[in-house]
């Protein structure tokens, strides 16, 4: 595990530089409200963070190109042209003049420092500055061995986006999916992961086996997904910083969508015997296996609550297939889903009030969200086929898979991940090098 020294930026220097700094009123200061819709994007200017040597001076670039991309993908930031730029990295480290940025319609400003201390670990400083109330916002400093910088711009844009919005960031993450490549009759099928950009990416199985539906694990840096290995269903645990694998069990007939409970326990699937489907938990340190349904209907997709108490599925017991909500012991069963066509893929938020979903209606795919009660269902898109939504840690974005058709040979078909946030306005497509399916997003990175 890669640790990162984080320091809030203090100092005689800087205390007398923010006396002579006017501060903004309570209610004057700068925030973005991102609970009410669709919202203007915020003018922001993100500098080269400044380094003497030539090579500190690259990291610094390096750095702020990685938070420029991960703010302006929240859709919530503009960042403005670097060639607009009046002050200098260097003037920057004595004192903004607030005025030149003001004259380039900047509402805040980044700056930064990056340098390479005799011990050979990277130091990084950024400052978040509020240009029209003229004071700093938020500063803090981190150290850490310089191939780890990109983590670090990860680090600083959640710094910057919870300061302006109040709510936990999600961009120190991975994202886990399915890489498809080959024909379709022989469609070889990998598992994968990649940071929420789509950097640092890598393979982790090597396509031998037939591999599907990966999720995280809500507490540690695992992975719970299902294989096929000689036609047979296995679950497995990846655990990614060691790269082990170990197998839960081999589940004769089919085994569907395995997910942690948010406790990281237990393993919650969908099993088929005798060719019934229901819901079963599975107790990772006992090995003990759970029923919790015992209908005739198929119920399938669960998914826990982030307090564990309820857990969502969805099932054709009611002549079409809903979405339902069970106490965690699979009482007090409710249908909560009420639309016309079919719902699926549900999963809970992890701030627990909203589920995420699949639907097909009227000869559409839409990928929509939905109290647990049920109401104040959305839409958020649309398509050919979308499906298999996940949630960001701080449950305002989704991420989940966009299938594109080809001819009539199936040549030109494309499915790749892409992500949206709450609004439905901000769809952004992740760079994969190969066909994606399946996506998981990770918790915030330890």
């Not at 393979?203 to 000689?230: H, K, M, W």
Request: aromatic share 8%; charged share 20%.
């Amino acid at each position: 595990m890669l640790r990162i020294g984080r320091t809030t930026i203090t100092g005689v220097a800087w205390l007398l530089l923010l006396c002579l700094v006017t501060p903004a009123s309570a209610q004057d200061e700068l925030r973005i409200d991102i609970t009410r819709g669709q919202v203007e994007p915020l003018p922001i200017a993100i500098t080269d963070f400044y380094g003497a040597a030539p090579s500190d001076a690259k990291v610094g670039a390096d750095i702020s190109a990685v938070v420029t991309a991960n703010l302006e993908r929240s859709g919530l930031f503009a960042p403005i042209d670097k060639r607009a730029f009046i002050q200098t990295p260097e003037a920057l480290r004595i004192q903004p003049r607030f005025g030149d940025w003001r004259v380039i319609n900047a509402s805040a400003l980044v700056s930064g420092s990056a340098q390479v201390q005799p011990d050979g670990r990277l130091r990084v400083e950024f400052r978040l500055w509020d240009v029209l109330g003229e004071q700093q916002m938020t500063g803090l400093g981190y150290t850490t061995p310089v191939e780890n910088w990109r983590r670090i711009a990860h680090t600083i844009s959640d710094a910057i986006y919870k300061r302006m919005t109040g709510e936990d960031g999600y961009f120190d993450t991975r994202i886990v999916y399915i890489a498809e490549s080959g024909p379709a009759d022989r469609r070889v099928k990998r598992l994968a992961i990649m940071d929420q950009d789509g950097a640092n990416h890598r393979f982790l199985t090597d396509g031998s086996n037939l591999v599907l539906t990966p999720r995280f694990s809500p507490s540690t840096q695992e992975i719970t997904y299902l294989a096929y290995v000689g036609d047979q269903p296995r679950v497995y645990l990846f655990n990614i910083q060691t790269g082990q694998q170990e197998v839960l069990g081999d589940f004769p007939g089919m085994t569907f969508a395995p997910r942690f409970s948010p406790d990281g326990n237990r393993v919650i699937m969908s099993l088929a015997t005798s060719g019934n489907s229901e819901i079963y938990t599975m107790d990772l340190r006992t090995r003990q296996v759970t029923r919790l349904t015992n209908h005739p209907s198929i119920d399938t997709s669960p998914s826990y609550s982030p307090d564990g108490t309820r857990i969502v599925f969805n099932s054709d017991r009611g002549g079409s297939q809903q979405l339902y909500v069970m106490d965690a012991n699979g009482g007090n069963v409710q249908r909560i889903s009420h639309g016309r066509g079919r719902y699926a893929t549900p999963v809970w938020s992890p701030r627990g009030d909203l589920i995420a979903f699949t639907r097909l209606a009227d000869g559409k795919f839409y990928i929509g969200v939905m109290r647990p009660d049920g109401s104040g269902e959305r839409l958020l898109t649309e398509g050919y086929l979308v499906e298999g939504p996940t949630w960001a840690p701080n449950g305002r974005v989704l991420a989940f898979f966009r299938q594109t058709p080809g001819d009539s040979q199936g040549r030109g078909a494309r499915t790749r991940v892409y992500t949206i946030d709450l609004t439905g306005f901000n769809e952004r497509e992740l760079p994969t090098p190969l066909d994606a399916s399946d996506p998981a997003w990770s918790p915030l990175i330890p």
